[in-house]
């Protein structure tokens, strides 16, 4: 290919240099890019043999939300029996109390603070990610007050736009999988709030309170003594304004029936076991119910029909003493040894 | 899609794969159609208004390019500016003035109950009808030749790295640009783009989006700060909106350029600057430009007298707030500016147009740090949720008041401020804004690692808006 004087055609040299211009963009720009990649990993890297001594970064809407996903997908497909409720359950089950014969392995995915509509995406969740054979569902008869209305739709709303929750369900897009993955797989990233912030550890008061060490088995030990207070005086405080606060503004909702009946029926149709548990209450909280013991009593009846009538095996309950009660609601340690060992029998572990 | 996005790290490449493997025709064609495409990202009820504007600027121009009559040339520009500033004045000023006339009719006994339209503004509308305005005079003025591509003066008005926030494109410059074929960049231009995008992607992103959360806490709640941290805080706001709109600007240059269009420079250092008139020289240099090629210089300039120069400055300060918002913060902000620049040239005068001069750490310090105060002091009244709220901060500033400062505060503004001076003086001293294409190839790959490093630190989950975007 080349002319009568040897030198190169007309129609070659250009391609030629052509490919040596880009021979020689290419040697420029590997070494940078190379570059690049090795301090950005090397500042990976150190993040990583940091990270014991930063904060957990939150990334879901709530930590124990974060660490009870974190810890169910550790334990799958371990978990064949898994506890869903809100705070009342949250409190009153000790999976490490719990047999495993009859039961298998259990884990307690109940979420304080949380109300009935994320309680039902995470069922969802929770039944994506490890499939139990059964799903235990313990509510009292707030389930079905609307009394909260706006403020529960807040914590739904955020709840539902949050990227990992979108991901957890099935349906995020493109950007919140490479956000997950990116919390996954990258320190620089899942570390960058304590990164921004080196002095001060920001969610350390958050994290006491609503994540609280849990056992293997996802059981919140703590819940009492963090989420109540830690001195007797914060304690006493607490407890006066749960027992003020527990039924403030108690307005049964038919909707909240019907959604919650929905739930049932939807975990049935995947071929999970429910079973509903109505859970127990003190005196304390019957009082607090506006129409006292008749409407608790109708609000009770509704439920047990509504799960029945949806496929769920009903296991009834009733009002306990309330020596068992570390306020109008929640089970102090008395109470949680007494109700694993009661729903154990209820459920038909064998000891 | 912000240019802070995934979204735009997927869109501009795409459009570049499909840009640079078409004849020039086609080109016009995808960017218009990934301008409007862009543009409908941020609502897509407003690409009508954008097509209006386009649609009667161009129509102005064909029709000037035919009438030579100068009371009906007067006229057919006449209709661009109602239209523009029309669409302008409406969407972006009818609550403003709604509530001040009613107010100030108030005071007089006057009770108007003007009505109440919740009217939402467009994004990027006072840049477009900016770009529109300035090609409808240019050609009003016969200094240049109008359009006859449709399509290009479409793209002209709409071209996306520049659509929301600027620069403010000057037609003489960038319509040529668009008609005629643009040449491929080679290795090097695609080098010095990336690094520009690069740049302003750590500056958006590591130091203005870092610092937000500090200046909005001190902004919101100022009687809980004490005065330093006030005085932090209005330092921290200068590096948050330079950080910010240079960075969107760094990262427009750098796409166009990517594309084959040259945008004009937007920020040359100016917290640098040893006067307020050098300042306005080197800060948004395409508004400041516009306002005085299309403002000041039409009111006379500096050519009728001391006072009337004065008069002029004030006024076209005094626009140039109120083009950024209908708040009476802006007015303030763009009085003060006014005010200083009026001061400045009474006893200043000509020492503070030398903009070009060498910059000398021994002489120009302090008259650098004395300037990067007085604009501060206008930032506040910028920034502000009100006039009254303004002076209250400047008051906890300048009344001393005990208050601890937040340390991650002080380190965060410590590492912006080193790195924002950092970045002007490697500007400054090579006097190219990809000084760091001129690193041998391992201390690029260095500085863009750390770079990259500390964008992933800071990026957050969704992107941050660009402040301009809402002016």
């Known amino acids: ?351 | 899609m912000t240019f802070n996005s995934l979204q735009y790290a997927v869109f501009l490449p795409a459009v570049l794969l499909v840009y640079w493997s078409v004849s020039h025709r086609l080109q016009n064609l995808l960017l218009l159609v990934a301008s409007y495409f862009f543009y409908a990202t941020f609502g897509w009820r407003f690409v009508g208004l954008l097509l209006l504007s386009t649609v009667t600027d161009y129509t102005v121009g064909r029709v000037l390019e035919h009438t030579e009559d100068e009371p009906r040339r007067k006229l057919v520009f006449a209709c661009s500016l109602v239209v523009n500033l029309g669409v302008l004045g409406f969407f972006k000023y009818y609550n403003f003035f709604s509530d001040e006339g009613t107010r100030a009719f108030g005071h007089l006994g006057i009770h108007l109950a003007p009505p109440v339209l919740r009217v939402l503004l467009p994004v990027g509308i006072s840049f477009y009808t900016f770009h529109g305005i300035s090609y409808a005079f240019d050609v009003f003025r016969r200094r240049i030749e109008p359009c006859r591509d449709p399509v290009a003066f479409a793209v002209f008005v709409a071209f996306f790295p520049q659509l929301v926030a600027g620069p403010i494109g000057r037609a003489h410059i960038q319509l040529p640009q668009i008609v005629h074929e643009r040449t491929r960049p080679d290795a090097t231009q695609v080098g010095r783009a990336v690094s520009l995008i690069l740049l302003g992607l750590l500056k958006k992103v590591a130091i203005a989006d870092l610092l937000a959360p500090y200046v909005d806490s001190n902004f919101a709640n100022p009687s809980a700060q004490g005065s330093i941290s006030l005085l932090l805080g209005a330092y921290a706001f200068a590096l948050q909106i330079y950080g910010d709109f240079s960075g969107y600007s760094d990262i427009a240059r750098g796409s166009a350029w990517l594309l084959g269009v040259n945008l004009p420079e937007n920020f040359n250092q100016p917290y640098l600057s040893r006067s307020i008139t050098e300042f306005w020289r080197r800060w948004h240099i395409s508004l400041s430009s516009w306002l005085r090629d299309y403002l000041y210089v039409p009111l006379g300039g500096n050519r009728k007298g001391r006072w009337n120069t004065y008069r002029n400055l004030m006024l076209t300060m005094l626009i140039g707030g109120l083009w950024h918002g209908a708040a009476t913060t802006f007015v303030v902000w763009g009085g003060l500016h006014g005010l200083y620049l009026s001061v400045e040239r009474r006893f200043l005068g000509g020492e503070t147009r030398d903009a070009e001069r060498a910059w000398s750490w021994r002489t120009d310090l302090v008259p650098a740090l004395i300037t990067f105060q007085f604009v501060c002091l206008a930032w506040v009244f910028f920034r502000a949720p009100s006039a009254a709220g303004a002076v209250h901060y400047l008051a906890g500033i300048v009344k001393p008041r005990a208050g601890s400062v937040d340390r991650n505060f002080l380190l965060t503004l410590l590492v912006a401020g080193v790195v924002t001076i950092a970045i002007d003086a490697a500007q400054r001293v090579t006097l190219d804004h990809t000084f760091l294409t001129r690193l041998r190839p391992w201390s690029q790959g260095l500085v863009y690692g750390l770079m990259g490093s500390a964008v992933l630190i800071a990026a957050g989950g969704t992107p941050v808006p660009f402040i301009y975007f809402r002016f």
């Open chain 1, 1 to 351: 290919m080349t002319g009568s004087d040897g030198a190169p055609a007309a129609d070659v040299l250009p391609s030629r240099r052509r490919a040596r211009t880009q021979r020689s963009w290419v040697a420029r720009v590997v070494p940078i890019v190379a570059v690049a990649v090795l301090v950005a990993v090397f500042a990976d890297l150190v993040v990583t043999a940091a990270a014991g001594h930063l904060h957990q970064p939150q990334y879901w809407p709530t930590f124990e939300s974060q660490r009870k996903y974190d810890a169910l997908r550790a334990e799958a497909p371990a978990a064949t029996t898994v506890f869903i409720g809100d705070s009342v359950l949250d409190s009153a089950l000790d999976p490490g109390l719990l047999p495993v014969s009859g039961l298998g392995s259990s884990f307690n995915a109940s979420l304080a603070g949380e109300p009935f509509q994320v309680l039902s995406d995470w069922t969802r969740i929770v039944t994506r990610a490890v499939h139990p054979k059964t799903i235990v569902l313990g509510f009292d008869i707030n389930v079905l007050n609307d009394g909260n209305a706006a403020g529960e739709a807040l914590l739904a709303d955020a709840f539902q736009r949050s990227r990992p929750v979108a991901v957890a369900e099935g349906r995020g897009d493109l950007l919140d999988h490479l956000d997950v993955w990116l919390h996954e797989h990258v320190a620089l990233f899942k570390y960058r709030s304590a990164l921004r912030q080196p002095f001060q550890n920001s969610n350390a008061a958050g994290a006491q309170i609503y994540d609280p060490p849990l056992t293997a088995l996802g059981w919140n030990s703590d819940f009492a003594a963090k989420e109540l207070g830690n001195t007797p005086a914060d304690l006493s405080a607490a407890v006066t304004k749960i027992d003020h606060d527990i039924l403030l503004d108690y307005h049964f909702d038919d909707d909240r029936l019907r959604d919650f009946a929905s739930l049932v029926a939807q975990e049935r149709r995947t071929g999970v076991n429910v079973v509903f548990v109505s859970m127990p209450v003190s005196p304390a909280f019957v009082q607090a119910v506006p129409g006292g013991r008749a409407d608790f009593d109708a609000a009770v009846t509704a439920l047990k029909r509504a799960a029945g009538a949806s496929g769920a095996r009903v296991v009834p309950s009733g009002l306990w003493p309330s020596r068992y009660f570390a306020d109008a609601a929640h089970f102090n340690r008395a109470g949680t040894i007494r109700f694993s060992a009661w729903i154990a029998s209820e459920l038909g572990a064998r000891p």
